[in-house]
């Protein structure tokens, strides 16, 4: 029973746009790391590539299947994803002081990546099965969410679980007819930031710290604030030129070809680069709220929106961060910093984005 | 497929309105980011870019001095003094080759070394200077210096090396600095260290490296394009690091060190009271203030290579026979087994027999009837051959291991060596053959397998003298600031206690009295006017001579074959503030080349405590 439709209704313009981006995304990586005193890194942006490949992949796979049928994977996925995460603390390997990646000999992963896409579908899952909104309906999310949070935290990895808090919480604040139980939901999410400085490690407090008063660490985190500022706002209105950044090549930026990448394009392609960068990830974002508002059952609405809002709330923090507006707290720029897992798990969820826009129509006779 | 969930139309109006709420939140986000990258880019953009181009901020170590090394009467034995290093910065170099003609007109330079250098450095790091010349004499300096400004891309830096006041004094006890390694760099004990560090590679200045180190400051500095400081904006001070108090008496030392006359052996004197290393001198030595300089594999193959061993510190992991010394091991392990009585007299005819072998008294003619007293006294072979015998080397070898020798002393400095201590179970295990009931009778006198190194020895007679307290040596007072004590500070600590009768105790204690102080004891050379001391002498012999021949002159034997000579010695007997152990390699008997050092060695160190 092959649908005719669904080849009729493939989504070439969000391919297009992933595709725009993952191009930007490597030829950034190449310049991010062609520095003057890298000797080796330059294989960063071939990585980049294949991961880009391999997510393609798999994206083209996520759309084959009705995704329905993930109703029933759901919850089995999930509980595959949490119990890599909780392998991480046992035997992950250790990089930037924390274990965040399992080694498999020529590749690592990194297990919160895959939840954060996982979690999403089983919310999704949770909140379209719901008959009534009662209050009571929010304590099983609450308890899947916080699962892979503590895990996650003690990994200890706080930007991966910030994120995932925000991501999740915005599904849950958009489900939720009831204004009361959004009130408390809320209330409870401001109340419980005193209980987020204790478990924060050090250098998170130092990081926050200078964000708050950058004369008091003028050697670390306040130096990475200051240089990303030098960075972007050097680029002017077109940039330095592609390989031209020179805060770039002379290793002035920290952590450019992860965290930082946004800065180094901004250096190099100026502020018609950026703003072109920015105008892309608002148009996947609007993108996908429009598949969202013509999917035609909950599920796949629910869906649509938990991978919009990753997407958002990746893009929102990472550049408020490299430009000064909020503290580093190590949360990279989906699809364009460099990042294995997380390319390859967010074109995954891109896939399912497609599967509900090429299925549209399938309630309509 | 099932059609399911459908919206109801309440919910879905809901929603669809809810959406329309996010492409708008989506979009007052997006516009404070444009927001943010307008001002960043456009409004002060002019001024990031002046910023970036003409001033760079970059970040720049200071580093802190490293911690000073006193002796335990606090003279000064390590300190850092300032060095003048010739560099150049490649970027501001306007004619590499005139540089390098012009300054080998000054002074003596690698002129291709630098030159290859320089080239690298142009290539990967422009703005930091590369390293022609180190360590300039004044003389050198004085004619570089007033010609630098004619030379664009030359500077000197000045950067404080290691400086040891007394060049070879206890230089393996304190040790010296080197690069640091890749191994090092991921271990905790160098968290403060980066690539190209100079961090303690042996001796005190690895051990307690962490406290002299000190901790790094850095500053945050605006650079010009040649990398030279225009400014510093924000700066960390550097916290110097601890200074280290040895218990070293630096005298003692200088003694110890004069007395080996550049012998190979070794030295170490202990305070048997508390387990301080008083002094601890081993030679040939080397002298840490070659590494600092910068040692070329020229010279460290030369002290790699050297036959006599000079890094080698020979008083820990020196292992020889103990030679008589070890007579004393036998002698409580007799008492305390109750195999002999004290006063019981054996026959020493100058030989003894045993399965068709004979086995030599060092004295010739033998020394007739001889009780346990007199068998110590005048070190009696034939009285130990038949004591060994008695025992059986199992027992033998389950007293000295008792008595702490054959395994390490706790010192936790350097390459400690275990020395060794056969049993039959080892002998088995390591040369696959049973044991030779004959060579009970050589371990009796301390010869063939057994090995004790001079650290083991000293903290032995100390145990023997003090009550059977088995101290950890220890080389370290305290660490700490200045004048302020008690950053860290050391208190004796007994490993183990011997459990050995008391009266057995007493009577070998009387038995190195008589040694020293008896008439025909073998220590005799030992004695001090006023101070009774107390010791033992030793020879051990580095192979053992064919049956027949006797024993020729010292000169006809090559010297690699010659005997080592051994002593140990406490002072005063009743009450000993000193324990000393001696080994001066292939020099013949312990009493004739031994004991006069220790004679020596008592004789000041107690003078001094009691003017």
Known sequence: MFDRRLVNNFDWILLATLVVIGVLSICNLYSATNTIRSMGGSQVYVKQICWYSIGFLILLLATTFDYHILDRFAYPVFFISLILLAACLKMGKVAYGSQRWLSFGYFSIQPSELVKVSLVVVLAKHFSELEKHRLRDLLRPLVLIAIPFIIIVHQPDLGTALILLIVSFSIVVFVTINRKAILIFLSTAVLSVPFFWIILQDYQKKRIIAFLRPDLDPLGAGYHVTQSKITIGSGLLWGKGFLQGTQTRLNFLPQQHTDFSFSVFAEEWGFVGSAILLLLYLFLILWCLNIARNSQDKFGTLIVIGIAASIFWHLTINVSMVTGLLPVVGIPLVLFSYGGSSVVSTLAAMGLVMNVSMRRFMFQE | ?611
């Open chain 2, 1 to 611: 497929m099932v059609r399911r969930s459908d919206f109801d139309p309440v919910e879905s109006w809901i929603y669809q309105r809810r959406l329309t709420g996010l492409t708008f939140l989506a979009l007052i986000a997006f516009g404070i980011l444009f927001a943010r990258l307008w001002s960043l880019q456009i409004i002060n953009g002019p001024n990031y870019r002046i910023q970036s181009e003409h001033n760079r901020i970059d970040l720049r170590d200071v580093l802190p001095s490293r911690g000073l090394i006193f002796d335990r009467n606090g003279h000064l034995l390590v300190d850092n003094r300032p060095s003048f290093i010739l560099g150049a910065i490649p970027d501001d170099i306007r004619d590499a080759d005139g540089l390098l003609e012009g300054l080998s007109r000054l002074i003596e330079i690698d002129g291709i070394t630098a030159r290859k250098k320089i080239e690298r450095g142009l290539k990967w790091d422009p703005f930091n200077p590369v390293y022609i010349k180190k360590d300039l004499t004044r003389d050198e300096l004085a004619r570089v210096e007033t010609n630098l400004f004619s030379m664009p891309g030359a500077i000197i830096e000045v950067k404080p090396r290691r400086h040891c006041m007394y060049d070879t004094l206890a230089a393996h006890l304190i040790g010296y600095l080197g690069e640091i390694d890749r191994h090092q760099l991921k271990r905790e004990e160098y968290k403060q260290n980066k690539l190209g560090d100079f961090v303690g590679k042996v001796g005190i200045e690895k051990k307690w490296h962490r406290y002299l180190n000190g901790i790094r400051g850095g500053q945050q500095v605006e650079v010009d394009a040649s990398g030279r400081i225009l400014r510093v904006l924000y700066q960390k001070p550097a916290e110097p690091g601890l200074d280290v108090h040895l218990s070293i008496d630096g005298d003692l030392q200088m003694l110890a060190e004069r007395s080996l006359n550049s012998r190979e052996g070794a030295i170490v004197a202990m305070d048997p009271r508390s387990g301080e290393i008083l002094a601890m001198a081993s030679s040939p030595a080397f002298n840490p203030n070659d590494f600092a300089k910068g040692m070329d594999k020229k010279g460290w193959e030369e002290l790699v290579s050297n036959p006599r061993f000079p890094l080698q510190d020979r008083v820990i992991s020196g292992q020889y026979p103990p030679g008589s010394l070890f007579k004393i091991v036998v002698a409580l392990a007799g008492l305390e087994e109750g195999v002999i009585d004290p006063h019981e007299e054996l026959f020493c005819g100058g030989r003894h027999s045993f399965q068709r072998r004979t086995y030599r008294c060092w004295k010739q003619g033998g020394h007739g009837y001889v009780d346990f007293h007199r068998a110590i006294v005048e070190s009696c072979d034939v009285y130990f051959y038949k004591l060994g015998q008695k025992l059986g080397i199992d027992t033998i070898a389950k007293y000295a291991k008792a008595l702490g020798l054959g395994c390490r002393t706790g010192l936790e400095l350097g390459d400690e060596k275990p020395g060794l201590i056969p049993s039959r179970a080892w002998k088995l295990r390591r040369w696959h053959v049973p044991w030779q009931e004959g060579e009970t009778l050589s371990v009796a006198v301390g010869q063939s397998f057994a090995l004790v190194t001079p650290i083991q020895m000293v903290r032995f007679i100390s145990a023997l003298f003090n009550g059977g307290a088995l101290l950890r040596p220890q080389v370290t007072k305290w660490i700490g600031r200045g004048d302020e004590e008690g950053v860290f500070q050391w208190k004796p600590d007994v490993l183990d206690r011997w459990s050995v009768k008391r009266e057995n105790i007493e009577l070998v204690k009387a038995a190195l009295i008589g040694v020293v102080n008896e008439a025909h004891g073998t220590g005799w050379r030992a004695r001090l006017d006023g101070i009774r001391a107390a010791g033992k002498t030793g020879t051990a012999q580095v192979v053992s001579l064919p049956e027949e021949e006797e024993p020729g002159e010292e000169r006809e034997i090559p010297y690699e074959f010659r005997d080592h000579a051994w002593f140990v010695a406490v002072a005063p007997a009743e009450d000993p503030v000193i324990a000393l152990a001696i080994l001066i390699e292939h020099s013949g008997q312990g009493g004739s080349v031994a004991a006069p050092i220790a004679r020596d060695i008592l004789g000041t160190y107690l003078s001094r405590l009691r003017p």
